[in-house]
């Protein structure tokens, strides 16, 4: 979805001062590798999807950029012990902690006297095209949804009597599913716990993002990476931990306060969300970046 999407986007809202292309690079032998690098036209601007980045070797993406505009890494939740150290000009990260820690290990390694290449840059994750014509359905009652695998949250069978789990484990799934979010107006977005691993996997705040799109309030835990930096600090959805009791006074807690004053002003939190991650806001970002190849 994101290199695919990211490039319609780009050709949506930045097409009159870029052209934008999607190519498939070769994943070996070395000789093809050096044939398709000599082939590629002088003064490119290349993102590297960070499956992308995992496949050459550093020399590789060096030999490239000596000829390109700029080279950049999208690592999105790529674990960040695998960043590319040499001949990269801006490491990108969807998440605001992503960045965070992208701009601490460069600092560490320069200052282990090994220095990795380029600077940070932050390109939050888009939302799935499949909600540009979303529609939610009003309900008169709390419907509470999770989309996902389900392997990647908590469940409980007392959990289960109170959230709808809808697969959306694979871009099939996901696409058949996301009509049905139509008739909920509430997300379980529970997350395992973060790892305090500095080089771990930062993941994009997307099942926010989606509710946030879907007008909709979302049952998160607090340490969800960037889910204080879009929600603040005083969203009333908030659990702080994983203990099943918690999370389900927090399903009580929204079937509490449904269409309240306090339920509301949550949902003017997420429409402020859905403005900072739309197509447009991702493509001024993204435009930003590329611009600063130009000056």
Same mark, same amino acid.
């Given at each position: 979805?994101?290199v ?17 292309s999607?190519?498939a ?9 050096k ?5 590629? #036209? ?11 980045? $995992? ?14 505009a700029?080279?950049?890494?999208d ?5 960040l012990?695998?960043i ?14 992503g ?7 460069i %600092?560490?390694?320069? $200052?282990?006297?090994a220095?990795?290449e380029?600077?940070? $840059? ?10 540009? #014509? ?14 996902g695998?389900?392997? *990647? ?6 959990i289960?009597?109170q ?42 705040l997307?099942k926010g993002?989606i ?12 340490? /969800? ?19 099943p %009791? ?6 009580? #807690?929204? $079937? ?10 949550a949902?003017n939190?997420?429409k402020? /969300?859905?403005?900072?991650? *739309?197509?447009?806001?991702?493509? %001024? ?11």
């Open positions: 979805m994101r695919g999407q990211l490039c319609e986007l780009a050709k949506t809202h930045l097409g009159d001062r870029y052209e934008f999607c190519l690079i070769p994943k070996r032998p070395d000789w093809r590798i044939f398709w690098i000599a082939r590629q #036209k002088p003064g490119a601007i290349y993102i590297f999807s960070k499956f992308a980045a $995992r496949v050459w070797r550093k020399d590789h993406i060096a030999d490239l950029r000596r000829k390109a700029g080279i950049c890494v690592y999105v939740d790529l674990p012990d695998e590319v150290k040499k001949g990269v000009d801006f490491h990108l990260s969807t998440s605001y902690a960045q965070r820690a992208l701009d601490k290990i %600092a560490n390694a320069s $200052r282990d006297g220095p990795i380029g600077q940070t $840059r932050l390109l939050l994750h888009n939302v799935d095209r499949a909600f540009d #014509k979303f529609l939610p359905n009003s309900q008169p009652d709390l419907a509470t949804v999770y989309l695998m389900k392997e *990647s949250t908590l469940t409980t069978p007392e289960e009597k959230v709808t789990f809808l697969d959306g484990s694979q871009k099939d799934s996901f696409d058949e599913n996301v009509k049905s979010l139509q008739n909920f107006n509430f997300h379980y977005c529970i997350r395992d716990d973060q790892s305090d691993n500095l080089v771990r996997s930062y993941k994009p997307t993002f509710a946030a799109r879907c007008g909709a309030n979302l049952l998160i835990n607090r340490n /969800v990476d960037d889910a204080e930096e879009f929600l603040g600090s005083d969203y009333p959805y908030f659990v702080e931990t994983k203990d %009791a918690e999370i389900l006074e927090g399903l009580n #807690k929204a $079937r509490r306060t449904f269409g309240k004053k306090e339920w509301h002003a949902l939190v997420g402020k /969300v859905a403005t900072r991650v *739309s197509h447009t806001a991702i493509a %001024a970002q993204l435009g930003s970046i590329l611009d600063e190849f130009q000056s």
